[in-house]
């Protein structure tokens, strides 16, 4: 069974920074692509960033690229998303998750084509 466990959420104020945790139970992200994804409240989940699982490519959304970094420690078997200069529109519950197959900006962004999911994070910023 895989499991994903993130952590590192939390309340942080408008322009301040966190880093998330995704662990992976093994290393099951050899070959697979990993994913952040983000629930705003009363919204649907939403894409946030990807990296390839060579690591050599990453992927953002509009919304967040220039502020937040996906990366990864295969010998932790763990990938983190660095946030920076947060705004109240980052808030809601963190996904992290796994994929197989090509690495598009599209198929990352399609959260329905990941194969395992963490039980989410929630991040709050305040203004």
């Known amino acids: 069974q895989v499991q994903l466990v993130e952590s590192g959420g939390g309340l942080v104020q408008a322009g301040g920074s966190l880093r998330l945790s995704c662990a992976a139970s093994?290393?099951?992200?050899?070959?697979?692509?990993s994913g952040w994804f983000r629930q705003p409240p009363g919204k649907e989940r939403e894409f946030v960033a990807a990296?390839?699982?060579?690591?050599?490519?990453?992927y953002y959304a509009d919304s967040v690229k220039g502020r937040f970094t996906i990366s990864r420690d295969n010998a932790k078997n763990t990938w983190y998303l660095q946030m920076n200069t947060l705004k109240p529109e980052d808030t809601g519950v963190y996904y992290c998750?796994?994929?197989?197959?090509?690495?598009?900006?599209?198929?990352?962004?399609?959260?329905?084509?990941?194969?395992?999911w963490g039980q989410g994070t929630q991040v709050t910023v305040s203004s």
């Open positions: 998750a796994i994929r197989g197959g090509s690495f598009t900006y599209d198929s990352s962004k399609h959260y329905p084509g990941y194969s395992f």
């Open positions: 093994a290393r099951t992200f050899i070959g697979f692509h």
């Open positions: 990296l390839s699982w060579s690591g050599g490519s990453t």
